[in-house]
Each structure stands twice: as structure tokens, then as C-alpha cells.
């Protein structure tokens, strides 16, 4: 019998969606799990889960700097830390009755969200099996750590190291790099991915990406491609900002840069592979999927808080090059385009995909595998 597992994640950020889809396909391989995967807003939908997302959201979107403040504030950390599982009491109702019915010996969190909410039910003697808290960043915040998780997957050796110094034992932390859809380990011959997306083999390719939740910056950005003296065809990927795709589409574009404007797409990886450069900001999943295709990488954009602790941790390890205005942005294209910058890609994969001591997602879950199925729940609320 295969031991159940729970995969939870928020749709509030495109690598914590994706890290909980990737882990689900690493673990489907497996004889001995059987996973499923759940959107936690979608679980506990309601007026409280959606004010959240729109308080974060405007903030995020709005007011940025009050973000960073909030992100980095010893105070605001001593005041919000122990009142997370008290908030989450209040949206664990569906959570609850989700593990009754489905009954996982391993819930899977890719946000402390989802984190907060079943240690809150652990707490309570209400979730009795293991709960191992993952993560998508390249840096630790003290909000992610609950008392309550039997395992922690750190995508770097920074990230076990702070866990140690928070006083988290060592059994309790493993290293899993980033977990990444497979089909971005397959590569494609970039003439071969041209001809497959209807773009020229005739000239480079600029790929602007910016995940779930693109932002008006790049129109900006894409206005100053257009104008470059340097020959290149522009593939911007709007996500799901429709306002955005339309007003992209409005632009004429010249002759040395002809474009082609994506909404959503499901062919992130054959872009990858057609394209010589990428342009956006950081994201866990993205930028190892970039590595893999040895795609060099323009971040921009960059807001305070977890993209900025992301971005200084990629800088250090020269792993990507930050363009802070729309024009610097285009400088470092030229650059590369021009091969004046040059990227490391043995050192880039062992920084992010695959550091030293990384083990895979199976072995980290037989450290906490139940030898036998018990009953881990109470008919209770």
C-alpha cells in the first residue's frame, strides 16, 4: 500500500505552485507514494482567505517599501510570530476535513501559510502524521519555522545552516535543491524549438518572463528593447495579465525587432531553449529552469522583501545580472548577446539545482516514512 501525501501550496506566488506541482511529478515515479496536490485558498475559500490575498497583494503591488519594511522588521516578527497558528485556527475548517477524508501520512507545505495552518491542527492532536515544510527561496525567514515540522527540504546549504543556528536539529533539515519539472531537463536544438514556436532562426531571441503575476514595469522594458541599434526578435509571456498581452500587441515594432506576445503558455521550456537571453525577476523554479537551459539571466524589477533577499543571494553566487532601470536592462542584453558576459553554468547548477549533499525527494521522505499506517485523526474539530 502506498503511503499518502498531501502537497499543499497557495496560488499567491508562481514557484510555490510550481515547487508543489514538481515535487507531485518527482514523487509519482515512486513505488511507494501516492500524491495529490492541493491550492490551500481553494480549500479554505471564503471572505477571510480572500481578504488576505488582497491585503497582500495591494501591499505587494502598491506600496512595496512597506512590504520590505514588514518582511525585515525584528518587531513586527516578535509580534506576528506567535499569533500564526492563532490566525490560522481560523481557516483550518475545510483543511481539517481534507486530511479525514483523503487521511495522508505526510502533508507537504510549500508556503507557511500551509505550514501554519497544519501545525496549528497538529497542535491540537487533530493531525497526527508528519508534516515537513519546504522551500521555494534562496534565503531562511524565522516565519516559515514552526515547532510542528518533522522535516525541512532546503533548496541551498544556507538555508540548513540558519535552521541549525535557530536551534532546529540537524535530523530535522535536508538538502533537495530545486525541484524541477522534468521536461526542463530535456533539451531541444534551438532551431528545432524556432521552428516549433513559428519564430526566426535568423536573428537571437529576448525572452521576458515575469512568472504568475507580470508587472506594468514591462512595458517600459519592452519599449526600451525596441529601441536598441542591436538585431534581436522579442518573446514576452504575459502570464495572466490580459492587460498587459493587449497593450504589448498595440506597439509597433521595428523591423530589427520583430516580437511575438505570448498570454499564458505551457511551452515555457521550448522558449527556453529557442531563446539566447531571459529577462524578469527571481523566482525559485524559473531561474533553475533558466540554469538548465543555460539561458543567461537579466533580473529586474526586483521589490523589497523576498526578491530582494533572492536576488542579493543569485548576485553573491553570479549566478544572474540585475539591470536596476529599463535601460540598464537593455545594456546587459547587449552584453551578453555580444558575449562580453559569460556565464558559469557548472558553477550555477551546483549553486541552485544541485548543491553538495543534496539527496532526492524520495530518500528525504523515508527519514519520516510511517513503518506501519495508523489512524492519525480525531472525529473532532
Known amino acids: 500500500m502506498k503511503t499518502k501525501i498531501l502537497i499543499l501550496h497557495t496560488s499567491v506566488g508562481h514557484g510555490i505552485k510550481l515547487t508543489a506541482l514538481n515535487i507531485a511529478e518527482q514523487l509519482k515515479h515512486s513505488e511507494e507514494f501516492e500524491p495529490r496536490v492541493e491550492d490551500i485558498q481553494k480549500v479554505e475559500a ?40 492563532f490566525f490560522a485556527s481560523f481557516k483550518s475548517k ?51 519555522c514552526f515547532d510542528e515540522v518533522d522535516l525541512y527540504f532546503c533548496n541551498i546549504a544556507e538555508q540548513a545552516e540558519k535552521l541549525v543556528a535557530l536551534g532546529v536539529p540537524k535530523e530535522k533539515i535536508v538538502i533537495t535543491g530545486l525541484f524541477i519539472s522534468e521536461k526542463f531537463y530535456r533539451h531541444i536544438e534551438q532551431e528545432e524549438a524556432c521552428r516549433q514556436l513559428g519564430l526566426l532562426t535568423t536573428m537571437p531571441k529576448v525572452f521576458m518572463f515575469s512568472g504568475g503575476r507580470p508587472r506594468m514595469n ?21 502570464g495572466k ?30 522558449i527556453m531553449d529557442a531563446s539566447d537571453v531571459m529577462v524578469g525577476k527571481t523566482g525559485g523554479p524559473s531561474m533553475g529552469e533558466a540554469v538548465l537551459k543555460k539561458l543567461p539571466l537579466v533580473l529586474t524589477d526586483i521589490q523589497p522583501g523576498h526578491e ?48 553538495a549533499g543534496t539527496i532526492s525527494v524520495t530518500e528525504a521522505l523515508m527519514k519520516i516514512k510511517p ?3 495508523v489512524k492519525y485523526y480525531q472525529d473532532r474539530i
Open 218 to 238: 514591462n512595458r517600459e522594458i519592452f519599449l526600451q528593447l525596441l529601441r536598441s541599434p542591436k538585431s534581436f526578435q522579442i518573446v514576452a509571456v504575459c
Open 94 to 144: 475545510n483543511t481539517l476535513k481534507l486530511l479525514r477524508e483523503f487521511q495522508p501520512a505526510i502533508v507537504i507545505s510549500t508556503q507557511a501559510v500551509c505550514t501554519g495552518i497544519v501545525a496549528y491542527l497538529k497542535s491540537k492532536g487533530l493531525y497526527r502524521g508528519k508534516l515537513v515544510a519546504v522551500f521555494s527561496d534562496y534565503h531562511l525567514h524565522p516565519f516559515w
Open 371 to 373: 513503518v506501519a499506517f
Open 308 to 355: 530582494e533577499e533572492n536576488l542579493q543571494f543569485l548576485l553573491r553566487n553570479e549566478v544572474v545580472v540585475y539591470g536596476r532601470i529599463p535601460r540598464e536592462v537593455v545594456f546587459l542584453v547587449e552584453e551578453i548577446l555580444s558575449g562580453k558576459i559569460a556565464s558559469d553554468w557548472d558553477h550555477a547548477y551546483e549553486t541552485i539545482i544541485k548543491p
Open 46 to 85: 471564503g471572505a477571510i482567505a480572500k481578504s488576505i490575498e488582497r491585503v497582500y497583494s495591494t501591499i505587494t503591488d502598491r506600496i512595496p517599501g512597506l512590504w520590505g519594511y514588514l518582511y525585515r522588521s525584528r518587531p513586527v516578527l516578535f509580534i506576528t510570530m506567535p499569533l500564526r497558528k
Open 241 to 270: 495579465n490580459e492587460e498587459l498581452k493587449a497593450e504589448l500587441e498595440k506597439i509597433s515594432a521595428p523591423s530589427i525587432h520583430p516580437t511575438k506576445i505570448y498570454g499564458y503558455s505551457d511551452q515555457v521550456d521550448v
